[in-house]
Nanobody
Framework: QVQLQESGPGLVKPSQTLSLTCTVS??????????WSWIRQPPGKGLEWMGA???????YYSPSLRSHTSISRDTSKNQFSLQLSSVTPEDTAVYYC?????????WGQGTLVTVSS
């Protein structure tokens, strides 16, 4: 059974870069045909898909976030990471990593990141 776990700072200052890592166990991030995604939920709002890195290393981004989002992976550690640059308080959210096949079928527990000075 695949398990995902987010890690990273819980507090980031405005204009800085938010960096999170998702560690995957019980399955390889290179297994066809999964997409390893980052999804966030701001307080009181719905889920927002941010982007994904595919089993083959291809990356996909939400058009609204593309300009300041980067997703990468370390296959030797079975991890994938999110970097969100130039953050503002509006980027405060619970950030989730998830495995997506035909639909999301495995999620991390989520980590709250607050953007505040």
């Amino acid at each position: 059974q695949v398990q995902l776990q987010e890690s990273g700072p819980g507090l980031v200052k405005p204009s800085q870069t938010l960096s999170l890592t998702c560690t995957v166990s019980g399955g390889s991030i290179t297994t066809s045909y999964y997409y390893w995604s980052w999804i966030r939920q701001p307080p009181g709002k719905g889920l927002e898909w941010m982007g994904a890195i595919a089993y083959d290393g291809s990356t996909y981004y939400s058009p609204s976030l593309r300009s300041h989002t980067s997703i990468s992976r370390d296959t030797s550690k079975n991890q994938f990471s999110l970097q969100l640059s130039s953050v503002t308080p509006e980027d405060t959210a619970v950030y989730y990593c998830a495995r997506v096949g035909r639909h999301p079928d495995a999620w991390g527990q989520g980590t709250l990141v607050t953007v505040s000075s």
